[in-house]
């Protein structure tokens, strides 16, 4: 069975900073891209910052600059480094990836890690 599993989450002071991780486990035969994903109370899910297996990156227009998202595919894990955090930064944060289960089988996205909280205190 395939798992995401996050971790870093916590409660930060603004201008502090967190290193949110996610690792796949579960017998895969690709991951072709990976993703974090926030969710502020009442507002929708939105995407943070995606990479490809190839190492190209897509960051959200609100957090370029603060956070860097890097993957380590020997691990197949996901990083999210997030600098000089804000308030507006609380959420859960979430970890997405699209994953080739088999050679047979289609790249799906629907993978996502069970959430970590995110606080960031003014």
């Known amino acids: 069975q395939v798992q995401l599993v996050e971790s870093g989450g916590g409660l930060v002071q603004a201008g502090g900073s967190l290193r949110l991780s996610c690792t796949v486990s579960?017998?895969?035969?690709?991951?072709?891209?990976m993703g974090w994903y926030r969710q502020a109370p009442g507002k929708q899910r939105e995407l943070v910052a995606g990479?490809?297996?190839?190492?190209?990156?897509n960051i959200a227009d609100s957090v370029k600059g603060r956070f860097t998202i890097s993957r380590d595919n020997t691990k197949n894990t996901v990083n999210l480094q997030m600098n000089s955090l804000k308030p507006e930064d609380t959420a859960v944060y979430y970890c997405?990836?699209?994953?080739?289960?088999?050679?047979?089988?289609?790249?799906?996205?629907?993978?996502w890690g069970q959430g970590t909280q995110v606080t960031v205190a003014s």
């Open positions: 990479i490809t297996s190839g190492g190209s990156t």
């Open positions: 579960g017998i895969i035969f690709s991951i072709n891209y």
């Open positions: 997405n990836a699209v994953i080739q289960e088999s050679r047979w089988s289609r790249p799906t996205n629907g993978y």
